[in-house]
């Protein structure tokens, strides 16, 4: 077979195209992506967690600031979530985080309010102040009881 | 009569096993003549070109159509619910777990690997391959090797087009014609993937697929019967065996990922 720069080049430009798509699925659509030292990495402890798994964006006031990098399960059984946030983040020690949904049906996120206190958090401390999921069925739950309750005091 | 219908089983039980150990023999030696100089990269390219460059389009179109319907089929089940914000996670990990590696396989076995399985067939059937070896030219290494390791290379790189193209297919329906939100629909598409769970399990797959593919089609064509019925019956057999391997490790591969 008869060498063939123009096919060379076209199996060239195939192959970089190839990888390109590979490299587009594995670092823009993957999340797969270097991370350098230095992430703002903090700790908070919830009782309940729902349905949040780890990748979860962490947003302040809406705007993602990270993501949740582990799930796992304390001593005390608390479910121990550890967040990866953006370094240049500035958090007072009382900023207080919350798990929320996004919309009614939405995925779950953790909300941080920044609190009012002068020193800041730094890279692997707790954040102290914590709100839990809220669970629809728990409620339902709560809601049902306490109204059965009211008919049996009527009574 | 019983003992007939046992012993018929017997010899279906020993054919089997002997095409597996023929075959996992064959793959020994493509094997062992990639790794040996010479590495003939010019005839390893002009395979690539043949099996990769040449599946393009159809890949590519593939995607692109299979995106839309997905994006098409998703908004009408999605907008029961209100959530055809959501659409982006559907197409994404469908395409990227499951139809991406498969529909690409199957594709490029009925493009490429029919083609590469007539082609050494044929060569078997007009005695190039007795050629070769007259000329103490190993055929393995001369005419296998290139073309298995060429779909070894190809096949990944065209699923991750076809991946590619089926989101935009799937943007085009999605956002232009059915007005959803172009950046609702990215995030959800790139929220919901990840890369250990899906976008790694993909390339497994089409990796898997591409040495399924590689090596049937290099098989059935060099154990043809040098006939012309040998050269169908090879094509034939490559595009069958290849398609139900496909599907049957496409099962296997998921089922084990999960664990």
């Not at chain 1, 060498?3 to 823009?28: C, E, K, M, N």
């Not at chain 2, 040449?54 to 009408?76: E, R, W």
């Not at chain 2, 089940?77 to 559907?90: H, I, K």
């Not at chain 2, 993909?202 to 898997?208: A, E, N």
Request: aromatic share 6%; glycine share 12%.
């Amino acid at each position: 077979m008869q060498p063939s720069p123009i096919r060379d080049f076209i199996v060239g430009l195939f192959v970089l195209a190839g990888l390109g798509a590979i490299a587009y699925l594995s670092i823009q659509v993957g999340g797969l992506s270097y991370k350098g030292p230095g992430g703002l990495e903090l700790i908070a402890s919830f009782d309940e967690i729902g349905g949040l798994a780890p990748r979860a964006p962490v947003a302040i006031s809406g705007v993602k600031v990270g993501q949740v990098s582990r799930i796992k399960l304390d001593p005390q059984l608390r479910a121990r979530v550890t967040l990866d946030l953006d370094p240049t983040l500035e958090l007072p020690v009382d900023t207080r985080a919350s798990i929320r949904t996004s919309g009614l049906l939405g995925d779950q996120f953790i909300a941080l309010e920044p609190g009012a206190e002068e020193q800041m958090l730094r890279s692997g401390e707790e954040i102290a102040f914590s709100d839990s999921a809220l669970s629809i069925e728990r409620l339902i739950g709560k809601f049902v009881n306490n109204a059965g309750m009211d008919d049996e005091e009527k009574k | 009569m019983k003992s007939n219908s046992i012993s018929r089983l017997g010899f279906a039980t020993l054919t089997l096993v002997g095409h597996l150990g023929r075959v996992a023999l064959f793959l020994g030696h493509i094997g062992r003549v990639a790794v040996r100089r010479p590495y003939r990269l010019r005839r390893l390219v002009n395979e690539v070109f043949d099996s990769g460059v040449l599946s393009l389009a159809i890949v590519c179109l593939s995607g692109a159509t299979v995106g839309a319907v997905l994006g098409l089929q998703g908004y009408t089940t999605l907008s029961r619910f209100g959530a055809a914000g959501s659409l982006g996670a559907v197409v994404g990990l469908s395409l990227v777990r499951e139809l991406g590696p498969v529909l690409t396989a199957l594709l490029v076995t009925g493009r490429a690997g029919s083609a590469m399985a007539a082609e050494i067939a044929s060569m078997v059937t007009t005695g190039q391959i007795d050629g070769l070896r007259m000329m103490s030219v190993d055929p393995v290494d001369f005419v296998i090797a290139p073309k298995a390791l060429a779909m070894l290379i190809a096949l990944p790189m065209l699923s991750a087009l076809f991946i590619s193209f089926g989101f935009f297919g799937g943007y085009l329906v999605g956002v232009e014609l059915l007005g959803l939100d172009g950046g609702t629909y990215i995030s959800s598409l790139e929220g919901s993937i990840d890369f250990q769970d899906d976008v790694a399990q993909s390339l497994v797959k089409s990796t898997v697929f591409a040495a399924l593919v590689g090596t049937i089609a290099t098989y059935r064509g060099f154990h043809a019967e040098p006939t012309s019925a040998g050269v169908s019956a090879a094509t034939t057999g490559t595009v069958v065996v290849a398609s139900l391997a496909i599907l049957l490790f496409d099962y296997v591969i998921t089922a084990l990922w999960s664990v």
